[in-house]
């Protein structure tokens, strides 16, 4: 595990997180690097027994960077479907009327 790679541990006493200046509470999942987990430890805030789980990805970020590879076809506005509201449409010019 690299330095950089997080975990979730279960919070038992709250505390302000020093980075976001969040106040975390006991029963919440917090995500931090091994050295950080085991700061928060020997703060008493995490389990001293929490060896901590893997941090599941975030759905929407492979989605958002997906948006940023080249070659990606985007849509416009252009693109979309035009809406049909069913009703009649008169088209054509105002003063040369025509019959159908």
Request: proline residues 8%; negative net charge.
């Amino acid at each position: 595990m690299s330095k950089e790679d997080k975990k979730q541990y279960l919070v038992t006493a709250t505390f302000t997180d020093k980075e976001t200046g969040d106040t975390v509470l006991p029963g919440s999942y917090f995500a931090a690097t091994e050295q950080r987990a085991r700061r928060l430890q020997a703060a008493g805030v995490i389990a001293d027994d929490d060896t901590g789980t893997p941090v599941e990805p975030d759905p929407i970020k492979p989605a958002l960077e997906a948006d940023k590879k080249p070659g990606k076809a985007k849509a416009n506005k252009n693109d979309a479907p035009s809406l049909d509201d069913g009703g009649d449409n008169n088209n054509g010019d105002a003063d040369n009327p025509t019959e159908g």
